[in-house]
């Protein structure tokens, strides 16, 4: 649904329709659904337009976006702008993979594309945005990813000892990747108990949420159930099941309460 390989400006339309869609989808049951924007990524510029425009006019307060959208890393300097008004004008960021562009004709046999290459391709991004001193810039993004980080969670020791014996990487990331990880968001979605555990001693605490990656076949059939039979702290589990979203979103509306002097608009709405 992201369409970046069309035009910009009729992705821009699309994605005008989709998001027109979305807000008044919401608007029905606002008290149970919160929705994300989509954006003609392939044109950053197009892209920060319409940041503002589903921000201030439908009131959307995330977006949603491809691991390399329009066959740029997250480091690439034309994508900065994108991030710094997400920053400002406080829109989260929701990454799923989009279509992989390496390794070619090797991703067609036994369907390896969904099953191992979308996680390479979100630790990927996750390593752009570290690396290329994303987060270092920018330490108010608040930027979460899909099937609970890629393969980050087994990596991380290996972010952390490649970063310490290569130095150079501490130009742009002053700090271990650890740091870092500890400002990111993921989703459950890990088909395994083990796994699940790793993920929620990996993040930050609050950090990890439900995810179904619903309707594809290739998320969970019962999402809450694979939740629940992790073995997690039960103050843990409550807090992935709905708790860790809930209070960050509520946190959010009453800082927008602050900002706009109780009438719900944000001083980052109004710049």
């Not at 952390?160 to 271990?176: I, Q, S």
């Amino acid at each position: 649904m992201f369409c970046y390989w069309a035009e910009a400006k009729a992705a821009r339309a699309w994605a005008r329709m989709q998001n027109e869609n979305i807000a008044a989808l919401c608007a029905t049951h606002p008290d149970r659904l919160v929705g994300l924007a989509t954006l003609p990524m392939q044109d950053p510029g197009l892209a920060v337009e319409e940041l503002r425009w589903v921000r201030e006019q439908l009131g959307l307060r995330a977006v949603e976006i491809g691991t390399f959208p329009g066959n740029r890393d997250f480091d690439d300097p034309i994508l900065f702008a994108f991030f710094e008004a997400c920053t400002a004008l406080d829109v989260a960021v929701f990454v799923h993979p989009a279509m992989p562009v390496a390794a070619g004709d090797r991703l067609a046999r036994y369907d390896v594309r969904e099953i191992a290459h979308y996680p390479l391709e979100t630790t990927i991004a996750i390593a752009a945005l570290i690396f290329g001193g994303v987060l270092e810039r920018l330490p108010r993004l608040r930027i979460g990813f899909a099937h609970a980080g890629g393969t980050l969670p087994f990596l991380l020791g290996r972010f952390d000892h490649g970063w310490a014996v290569r130095t150079h990487l501490h130009e742009t990331a002053p700090r271990p990747p650890a740091e870092y990880v500890r400002r990111l968001y993921v989703d459950s979605l890990t088909h395994s108990a083990a796994t699940l555990r790793l993920v929620v001693e990996t993040m930050a605490p609050g950090a990890v949420m439900m995810g179904s990656d619903y309707p594809l076949n290739m998320g969970a059939a019962d999402p809450v159930g694979a939740v629940s039979v992790a073995g997690l702290d039960a103050m843990v589990e409550a807090g992935v099941l709905g708790g860790n979203a809930v209070s960050r979103y509520l946190s959010r509306s009453r800082q927008e309460d602050l900002d706009g002097d109780g009438d719900g608009s944000s001083s980052a709405s109004r710049e």
